[in-house]
């Protein structure tokens, strides 16, 4: 398989779901102008907010994401992971965090509705209760199998503090990892870059990490740094702490090469 460039965007998306869509649409363009063919947003791109306007807003937001992300795909001929955006469950006032892959004809070839949901009283004295407004996903999240572009698993952001999901992403074969986040900045200090590099080396895979970054709405604010992690750990791109992409190459020859030198996938005594 050829190599091919991979990016992941990082955005300080707000409650307000126009702006939003124009900050994503800005560095997709950007990252597609520099080469790109797999492009990804952070969790929550097209809103973030106090939960209680996410709701009142939740029908329009699915609508435009999912239009925007199909638009966005057929009109820059390349695939786009749409990190998370909130869909309404039915008749209970309550969402799934969704992350959608939509292919360059529009359509979507996969998705994920965020199973581990992230319920933190967290040190800086901010409490997080995703599970108010979320409903948890059923579903064992699936691997995409594209022959240019390789094997996708997709997960969301509390995911990555919980290995056995990526490790059966691995097993099913999946090359790369998508981690899209909207990591607060108090735990991503110590946490965000560590816990990304470990699910890299442990299924010797790529991993792509697209992320929200500074201060969101109110005391929300997001660590940053999106990432691509090739799978030796080694930190191909890091887009800081500024909205902006982070772009690097996706190299079968080096997962293949790490494979064979590290082949660790093999000696699994548990799955």
């Given at each position: 398989?050829?190599?091919?460039?991979?990016?992941?965007?990082?955005?300080?998306?707000?409650?307000?779901?126009?702006?939003?869509?124009v900050?994503?649409?800005?560095?997709i363009?950007?990252?597609?102008?520099?080469?790109?063919?797999?492009?990804?947003?952070?969790?929550?791109?097209?809103?973030?907010?106090?939960?209680k306007?996410?709701?009142?807003?939740?029908?329009?937001?699915?609508k435009?994401?999912?239009?925007?992300?199909?638009?966005?795909?057929?009109?820059?001929?390349?695939?786009?992971?749409?990190?998370?955006?909130?869909?309404?469950?039915?008749?209970?006032?309550?969402?799934?965090?969704?992350?959608?892959?939509i292919?360059?004809?529009?359509?979507?070839?996969?998705?994920?509705?965020?199973?581990?949901?992230?319920?933190?009283?967290?040190?800086?004295?901010?409490?997080?209760?995703?599970?108010?407004?979320?409903?948890?996903?059923?579903?064992?999240?699936?691997?995409?199998?594209?022959?240019?572009?390789?094997?996708?698993?997709?997960?969301?952001?509390?995911?990555?503090?919980?290995?056995?999901?990526?490790?059966?992403?691995?097993?099913?074969?999946?090359?790369?990892?998508?981690?899209p986040?909207?990591?607060?900045?108090?735990?991503?200090?110590?946490?965000?870059?560590?816990?990304?590099?470990?699910?890299?080396?442990?299924?010797?895979?790529?991993v792509?990490?697209?992320?929200?970054?500074?201060?969101?709405?109110?005391?929300?604010?997001?660590?940053?740094h999106?990432?691509?992690?090739?799978?030796?750990?080694?930190?191909?791109?890091?887009?800081?702490?500024?909205?902006?992409?982070?772009?690097?190459?996706?190299?079968?020859?080096?997962?293949?090469?790490?494979?064979?030198?590290?082949?660790?996938?093999?000696?699994?005594?548990?799955?």
């Amino acid at each position: 398989m050829k190599s091919y460039l991979a990016a992941a965007i990082q955005m300080t998306s707000v409650p307000n779901l126009e702006k939003n869509l124009v900050q994503a649409e800005e560095f997709i363009d950007l990252a597609v102008h520099q080469g790109a063919e797999l492009v990804s947003l952070p969790e929550n791109f097209s809103f973030m907010g106090e939960e209680k306007d996410k709701l009142a807003q939740v029908e329009a937001i699915a609508k435009e994401s999912e239009i925007f992300l199909k638009k966005m795909a057929q009109r820059y001929q390349v695939t786009i992971l749409g990190g998370s955006y909130p869909v309404p469950v039915d008749n209970i006032g309550k969402v799934y965090n969704t992350s959608t892959l939509i292919d360059p004809n529009g359509q979507e070839i996969a998705h994920y509705q965020k199973v581990h949901l992230f319920d933190v009283n967290v040190p800086d004295g901010n409490t997080y209760r995703e599970s108010s407004t979320v409903m948890a996903g059923q579903q064992i999240p699936p691997i995409y199998f594209d022959e240019k572009l390789g094997n996708i698993g997709l997960s969301v952001c509390y995911d990555v503090r919980f290995p056995e999901l990526y490790r059966h992403l691995s097993h099913k074969g999946a090359d790369i990892l998508f981690i899209p986040a909207a990591f607060t900045a108090f735990t991503g200090k110590d946490h965000w870059q560590v816990l990304l590099q470990a699910r890299a080396i442990e299924n010797t895979a790529y991993v792509i990490a697209p992320a929200q970054t500074g201060v969101n709405y109110a005391r929300r604010q997001t660590h940053g740094h999106a990432m691509i992690i090739d799978p030796w750990g080694t930190i191909l791109a890091d887009a800081g702490e500024k909205p902006g992409v982070a772009i690097a190459e996706i190299n079968f020859s080096r997962l293949e090469q790490v494979r064979r030198q590290m082949p660790s996938l093999q000696h699994r005594v548990f799955i």
